[in-house]
């Protein structure tokens, strides 16, 4: 799950993390207040889930309250698009407006889990404000990484050890070690898969701050943190997606025109695999889970069909925990109660499949069944051709 800015700022702050005053406004009149309170310059940042804010024209430097609520004005209601939003962009709907800093240096500060090694990893660069990817690609050398051993946690060598491979010094480095423990204490506590801090920056007087904040949370660990639910902003999701997530839907929009439905994620990242090979793209990710129930395909077709672009379906299901003639059951008493008139092929394997494969034949519905994978993949992009 991800969260806005000034979500992150506000949590990474109860772990004793650095940040910057400021505060969300919805409004102009409410960032002039916030400006007024701040003094002197300050920052208006436009709150989306998208990195590139600032390249897209979503960060604004105002000299006083008057200009912070007039770029507040500008900001708020536009279509910001960013190297992460695709051409079509995000509605700003709020800002954060922040004190202006004397900043010094930008630098670069992340954790994730390196899922090779089972360790959590805390990277460092000298390369802030910069895509993390770009510096891994161009110049990785410019990369400090201390993996983490779970056993101990992240120790005060490391924390060291990244503060001078960064060539910060005196207060600079007291500052930083205590920066970096907060920032691990924040991500274990808060069960988080991503903290990335980009830039992180010293300022003239030696502080050390989080300019930016990017938190993602573990789905998976939500139930430990009720209150970060209420963090949620559906408005930053897709859609369809959000309409999935409330049948327990596993489902990801992609760009293609053949809609998948499939029991297990390995299934289904390989399906997709095929539906590339066979000569088209795939146009979502669903993962229905190992039951696929009459009630799960129904809803799983409701959002296959909810998307202009989709122009066939395939259903990829094993039945290793639940027989494949049931499915069958399930996929024709689904598709008797909604309007299909897009070309569908299924493929069903494993227990009863070929039990399975006679119910579909023999239904009154027009379902293109395959017995093989390749062959489902085949005749899927030939319907649409």
């Given at each position: ?19 910057p ?10 960032a ?8 002197g ?30 770029l ?10 960013t ?9 700003v ?7 202006g800093?004397?900043?010094e240096?930008?630098l ?11 360790q ?5 660069s000298?390369?802030?404000?910069v ?12 990369i ?13 060598f ?6 001078f ?24 506590e ?61 489902y ?5 025109e ?28 669903l993962?229905v ?42 996929v ?16 069903l ?23 093989s994978?390749?062959e ?10």
């Amino acid at each position: 799950m991800k969260i806005h800015e000034y979500q992150a700022k506000e949590i990474l702050k109860t772990f004793g993390v650095a940040v910057p005053k400021g505060k969300i406004a919805q409004t102009p009149e409410e960032a002039r207040e916030v400006a007024e309170k701040l003094g002197g310059t300050v920052v208006v940042k436009a709150q989306i889930h998208a990195g590139g804010r600032g390249k897209g024209g979503g960060v604004k430097i105002a000299k006083n309250a008057a200009e912070a609520e007039k770029l507040t004005d500008d900001v708020i209601g536009m279509k910001l698009v960013t190297h992460q939003t695709g051409p079509e962009g995000r509605s700003v709907r709020s800002v954060l407006v922040e004190e202006g800093l004397d900043i010094e240096r930008e630098l670069y500060l992340g954790i994730v889990l390196d899922r090779a090694r089972s360790q959590l990893v805390l990277m460092a660069s000298t390369e802030g404000g910069v895509e993390i990817e770009k510096v891994a690609s161009e110049t990785p050398e410019k990369i400090l990484k201390e993996y983490i051993d779970p056993a101990v946690g992240f120790q005060a060598f490391q924390a060291r050890k990244l503060a001078f491979g960064l060539g910060l010094k005196g207060e600079q480095v007291k500052n930083a070690l205590k920066f970096f423990s907060a920032l691990y204490k924040a991500y274990v506590e808060s069960d988080c898969s991503l903290a990335e801090i980009n830039p992180l920056v010293v300022t003239s007087d030696g502080r050390v701050l989080a300019l930016d904040a990017k938190i993602n949370f573990d789905d998976n660990a939500l139930f430990r943190h009720p209150d970060f639910k209420e963090l949620r902003d559906i408005h930053e999701e897709e859609p369809l997606e959000v309409e999935a997530s409330k049948y327990h839907l596993n489902y990801i929009k992609l760009d293609g025109e053949v809609g998948c439905m499939v029991n297990g994620a390995g299934l289904a990242m390989a399906t997709m695999d095929l539906i590339k090979l066979a000569g088209s793209e795939p146009a979502n990710f669903l993962d229905v889970g190992g039951a696929a129930s009459s009630e799960t395909v129904e809803n799983g077709f409701k959002i296959l069909l909810s998307d202009k672009n989709v122009k066939a379906v395939l259903i990829n299901i094993f039945g290793g925990i639940v027989r494949c003639d049931r499915v069958a059951k399930g996929v024709i008493d689904a598709a008797s109660k909604i309007d299909i008139n897009l070309p569908v092929v299924v493929r069903l394997e494993g227990t009863n499949a070929e039990e399975a494969a006679q119910l579909l034949e023999k239904s009154d519905l027009s379902f293109e069944v395959a017995r093989s994978f390749q062959e489902a993949a085949q005749k899927v992009v030939a319907t649409i051709r």
